[in-house]
């Protein structure tokens, strides 16, 4: 966007790749992402549950369709057993849909063009469960919808590419510091360290950037930040599967999500055997050193781990019954509180004037948060006088009816497209079996997997 925007965009990226095709994007927490929330799955919070839908309704009309890889709208389940227990999640989930409700309505009288999903009463309500998941009372529909990661990955890997963006690889960023109104970003490069220049800076490093943040600004106040680390699995389906749903079993103990990502792959997560450990983050910022270690060499309790997720997700699944793990992934989630229930968007915060950082709790707030980010920008421009208040408000509009667009190409043409998904994949570390696309001539099962499991969804 800010390149649109008539930025010279610069992007610094520690990890590199090893193939000229693809650049080393979505290889770090990205590559576990599976929602694209409406905050269905946040019937504890109104105030996540809202943040998520209006991150949903910007990511609607920034990203094309493409990125769903074949999937329709998520299921929001709410299990009988939990309400046995005495906890009645089924009524828990209703009263959230009416919060979803009452947002989106207010969001379309507000701005017409956010009837994105429709009339808010077909958009949010209560369906029967799907055939297949065991233990479930009741199931709620909204315009959460699950997406392949990769995708994500490889539509922007092209929009960076279309726009001419410099991309510097393998570049760790050490420092950013004033010099006389701009900035220098000092990086380790190839083991040695050099240094680029820049008007404006946005940290987008996850919870890499607090430290960054904090050196460039010690008097920056932060909200009290709880760093999770989990683990999350990708399982082979050697029986199939007819959901092309992520099915969202709410909640602990009680439930586990399953994304199918094709008829032979699907994300498994179960929230107990996922948490390995949780840490307020330290005063200066700094990224734990034992995360940075369980991530390097694989943190001693996930191999375990991965297995009860397995293990726990059979319960619910039957499709997994014969299910084994692919690929297994430490990851660091970022919260405001301890409890995972709740975890609310943090949106940009503005460092020193010209610098500012994007922190995503939840990846659907990318959209939403790069907008915030620009609208910085653009005033610390006003401000330095390189650009007229009067182009603000023009920019603006036409920048927030940006798409990006999916090459033609991709849909016909079945080898070029793969030869690079497969190798993001690859770099991603994520099955390459997710990468089969939309192709007109892709495998014949991946095709089968959407048009009978569109068949037996409901509209
Ligand atoms: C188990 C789990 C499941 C999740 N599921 C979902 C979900 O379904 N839906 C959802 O919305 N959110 C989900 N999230 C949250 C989601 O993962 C994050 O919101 C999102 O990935 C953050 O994206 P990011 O680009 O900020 O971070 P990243 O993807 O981690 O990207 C940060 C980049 O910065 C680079 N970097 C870091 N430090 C430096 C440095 N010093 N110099 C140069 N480069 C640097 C890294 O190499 C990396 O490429 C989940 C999180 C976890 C842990």
Not at 29 to 58: F, K, M, W
Request: aromatic fraction near 8%; hydrophobic fraction near 40%; charge should be neutral.
């Amino acid at each position: 966007m800010k390149k649109r925007a008539g930025y010279d965009v610069t992007i610094l990226e520690r990890n590199r790749s090893t193939d000229d095709l693809v650049l080393p994007i979505g290889t770090e927490t990205c590559n576990i992402v599976s929602e694209n929330h409406s905050g269905a799955e946040y019937p504890y919070d109104p105030q996540s549950a809202r943040d998520c839908l209006d991150g949903r309704l910007q990511n609607e009309r920034f990203f094309p369709s493409f990125i769903y890889g074949g999937k329709v709208t998520s299921r929001v389940l709410a299990s009988r057993s939990m309400i046995e227990a005495g906890h009645d999640i089924a009524m828990q989930c209703r009263s959230n849909m009416e919060v979803l409700r009452k947002h989106y309505a207010q969001r379309i009288a507000e701005n017409f063009l956010n009837y994105t999903f429709g009339n808010p009463d077909s958009a949010f309500r209560e369906s029967a469960p799907p055939a297949g998941v065991r233990d479930v009372e009741a199931a709620f529909l909204t315009p959460q919808r699950g997406f392949n990661t990769l995708y994500v990955g490889l539509v922007l890997q092209h929009e960076l590419r279309r726009l001419g963006i410099e991309f510097i690889q393998g570049a760790d960023v050490q420092s950013v510091q004033p010099r006389s109104e701009r900035f220098e970003i000092e990086y380790v490069k190839d083991g040695g360290r050099q240094a680029l220049v820049a008007d404006q800076v946005s940290i987008c490093a996850a919870a890499y950037g607090f430290a960054l943040a904090k050196r460039l600004n010690p008097r920056l106040e932060l909200p009290d930040i709880h760093l999770a680390l989990r683990c999350i699995i990708y399982c082979d389906l050697p029986d199939g599967c007819d959901k092309n749903f992520t099915c969202l079993k709410l909640e602990d103990k009680y439930g586990a999500m399953l994304s199918p990502l094709g008829p032979n792959t699907a994300l498994v997560y179960h929230p107990p055997a996922a948490h390995i450990s949780w840490k307020r983050l330290s005063e200066s910022g700094e990224f734990p050193t034992e995360y940075r270690r369980a991530i390097a060499a694989e943190h001693p309790e996930v191999a375990e781990r991965a297995q009860q997720t397995l293990h726990e997700a059979r319960k619910y699944y039957p499709e997994l019954a014969r299910a084994s793990i692919v690929s297994r992934h430490v990851s660091v989630a970022i919260n405001t509180t301890s409890d995972s229930r709740q975890r609310r968007n943090m949106g940009v915060f503005k460092i020193v004037d010209g610098c500012n950082m994007m922190i995503l709790p939840k990846w659907t707030m990318a959209v939403a948060d790069a907008k915030k980010d620009l609208v910085l920008a653009l005033e610390h421009s006003v401000r330095r006088g390189t650009l007229h208040e009067d182009d603000v408000c023009e920019l603006l509009l036409e920048l927030l009816r940006v798409r990006v667009e999916v090459p033609g190409a991709w849909l016909t043409t079945q080898a070029p497209y793969l030869t690079s998904a497969k190798a993001l994949a690859r770099l991603m570390r994520v099955p390459e079996d997710i990468a089969w696309g939309l192709a007109k001539h892709g495998s014949e099962a991946a095709h089968r997997w959407v048009t009978d499991c569109q068949a037996g969804v409901e509209a």
